[in-house]
């Protein structure tokens, strides 16, 4: 089982930017792939960018040219940095892992998840 532990996150204006982390243990680079999910109170589970274990991304069309996955390999350390954030964004960011080659955006097909950490953007 892939653990992961995030970090990061916070209040922010509206055209501001956070970065988050999430250090992943239990699994070395390129035996894992990787996403980003969100979820706002009473809304679904929101799939934000994947990675397959070859670093490829997926991005969903709301956070494309905004948001950017990475992976610091020596670190064992996935990142999510957000630039021009908008209210819109305001939700818990989760990042997910899968000890497959390609990954998604579903969240069911992911059995391992960070603890989640809030991000607020004000207008």
């Known amino acids: 089982q892939v653990q992961l532990v995030e970090s990061g996150g916070g209040s922010v204006q509206a055209g501001g930017s956070l970065r988050l982390s999430c250090r992943v243990s239990g699994a070395t680079y390129g035996q894992y792939c990787t996403a980003w999910f969100r979820q706002a109170p009473g809304k679904e589970r929101e799939g934000v960018v994947s990675?397959?274990?070859?670093?490829?991304?997926t991005y969903a069309a709301s956070v494309k040219g905004r948001f950017t996955i990475s992976q610091d390999n020596a670190e064992n350390t996935l990142y999510l940095q957000m630039d021009r954030l908008k209210p819109e964004d305001s939700a818990i960011y989760y990042c997910?892992?899968?000890?497959?080659?390609?990954?998604?955006?579903?969240?069911?097909?992911?059995?391992?998840w960070g603890q989640g950490t809030q991000v607020t953007v004000s207008s």
């Open positions: 997910a892992a899968r000890r497959v080659r390609l990954c998604f955006l579903a969240a069911y097909e992911y059995n391992s």
């Open positions: 990675a397959d274990s070859d670093g490829t991304p």
